[in-house]
């Protein structure tokens, strides 16, 4: 009952914020002849979308995206793990030198399948549970119905933004008070500015009420559904590894146990191999490649190998950079 109300309620918020955009361009159409009715439509089509829900996200800054060319083991590799989760196989392979997590996101206006890989913590893991992070991560990717529901709160945000969050202007208070201070009269009216500024603030308040109620119902029914949400995604990972596999990663991860050691290795300066060698002694005795069900060997040790091949420069660059993850 909750998932469907939280469906139905984000189709109303994101229909509202289409409604500016349709009566914008009806209204620049009907009174196309006239001035006043391409500005007016002009401004609600800039509403809508100023208001429009944030349904991708950017690339992060510190990623950077591997040629396939330079990279087809991986690339290979996240396609095959891909296709067994269920989801769209990566366009783009990215990496990140400090950050240990691995993230599939959906970049850019075309919302382009990307992975990320964490290299502090790949790094450190055997070629199954290399296979797992993946997995995992592959496995976060919402569904149609949450996409409608997380664009609608984030619709509702730039709503509460807009209404709520609006303040004067700092460098516009600031003059004001020069021009107040150098006055000879003893009292100074208030300006145009500051009573259209204090008008807007006054309805933006008015109508943040239902804003922020709308925004609170959401929210507080897309967490009663959380456990589904989750147990979605345990069942997508499964595809690819066994429940154990999970486990064990999630527990690896949690802990942050793998990574003080490598920091104290790349402090010694030690090379990217013996660190490595190191981490898979502590995490995981033997070569940890996964040769049982569900389904055939996904990446083994000769795979892994041309993998860290591939990665070796960046390697490098990122074992420089372990002091500073906290």
Same mark, same amino acid.
């Given at each position: 009952?909750?998932?469907?109300?939280?469906?139905?309620?984000?189709?109303?918020?994101?229909?509202?914020?289409?409604?500016?955009?349709?009566?914008?361009?009806?209204?620049?159409?009907?009174?196309?002849?006239?001035?006043?009715?391409?500005?007016?439509? *002009?401004?609600?089509?800039?509403?809508?979308?100023?208001?429009?829900?944030?349904?991708?996200?950017?690339?992060?800054?510190?990623?950077?995206?591997?040629?396939?060319?330079?990279?087809?083991?991986?690339?290979?590799?996240?396609?095959r793990v891909a296709d067994r989760v269920g989801v769209p196989r990566p366009h783009r392979v990215a990496v990140r030198d400090l950050d240990p997590r691995t993230r599939y996101l959906r970049?850019?206006?075309?919302?382009?399948?990307?992975?990320?890989?964490?290299?502090?913590?790949?790094?450190?893991?055997?070629?199954?549970?290399?296979?797992?992070?993946?997995?995992?991560?592959?496995? #976060?990717?919402?569904?149609?119905?949450?996409?409608?529901?997380?664009?609608?709160?984030?619709?509702l945000a730039e709503w509460r933004e807009a209404l709520l969050g609006a303040a004067p202007l700092r460098v516009r208070e600031e003059a004001q008070t020069k021009v107040t201070a150098a006055?000879?009269?003893?009292?100074?009216?208030?300006?145009?500015?500051?009573?259209?500024?204090?008008?807007?603030?006054?309805?933006g308040r008015v109508l943040g009420g239902p804003v922020l109620l709308v925004e609170y119902v959401l929210t507080r029914l897309a967490r009663s559904d959380e456990g589904r949400r989750r147990?979605?995604?345990?069942?997508?990972?499964?595809?690819?590894?066994?429940?154990?596999?999970?486990?064990?990663?999630?527990?690896?991860?949690?802990?942050?146990?793998?990574?003080?050691?490598?920091?104290?290795?790349?402090?010694?300066?030690?090379?990217?191999?013996?660190?490595?060698?190191?981490?898979?002694?502590?995490?995981?005795? *033997?070569?940890?490649?996964?040769?049982?069900?569900?389904?055939?060997?996904?990446?083994?040790?000769? #795979?892994?190998?041309?993998?860290?091949? #591939?990665? #070796?420069?960046?390697?490098?660059?990122?074992?420089?950079?372990?002091?500073?993850?906290?």
């Amino acid at each position: 009952m909750n998932r469907l109300l939280a469906l139905a309620l984000a189709v109303v918020v994101h229909t509202l914020t289409l409604a500016f955009v349709a009566v914008g361009l009806w209204t620049a159409y009907v009174n196309s002849g006239l001035l006043i009715g391409w500005l007016f439509g *002009g401004l609600l089509v800039a509403i809508g979308w100023m208001l429009r829900p944030r349904l991708s996200t950017g690339l992060p800054a510190d990623a950077e995206v591997l040629d396939r060319s330079a990279a087809p083991e991986l690339y290979g590799l996240a396609e095959r793990v891909a296709d067994r989760v269920g989801v769209p196989r990566p366009h783009r392979v990215a990496v990140r030198d400090l950050d240990p997590r691995t993230r599939y996101l959906r970049t850019g206006p075309r919302r382009t399948p990307t992975l990320t890989v964490g290299l502090p913590l790949w790094l450190a893991l055997s070629p199954r549970q290399r296979v797992t992070m993946l997995a995992a991560a592959c496995a #976060e990717t919402p569904s149609v119905e949450e996409v409608v529901v997380d664009g609608a709160l984030s619709a509702l945000a730039e709503w509460r933004e807009a209404l709520l969050g609006a303040a004067p202007l700092r460098v516009r208070e600031e003059a004001q008070t020069k021009v107040t201070a150098a006055s000879l009269t003893a009292e100074h009216p208030g300006t145009g500015y500051e009573v259209a500024g204090l008008l807007g603030r006054a309805i933006g308040r008015v109508l943040g009420g239902p804003v922020l109620l709308v925004e609170y119902v959401l929210t507080r029914l897309a967490r009663s559904d959380e456990g589904r949400r989750r147990r979605r995604r345990e069942e997508r990972a499964l595809r690819a590894v066994p429940a154990a596999d999970l486990a064990e990663l999630e527990a690896l991860a949690a802990g942050g146990r793998y990574l003080a050691p490598m920091q104290a290795a790349a402090l010694r300066g030690e090379s990217v191999a013996s660190i490595r060698a190191g981490a898979l002694d502590r995490v995981l005795p *033997g070569d940890g490649v996964r040769t049982s069900a569900p389904g055939a060997q996904v990446l083994g040790s000769a #795979e892994s190998d041309r993998i860290d091949e #591939e990665l #070796e420069r960046h390697y490098d660059r990122a074992v420089r950079g372990f002091g500073l993850i906290s």
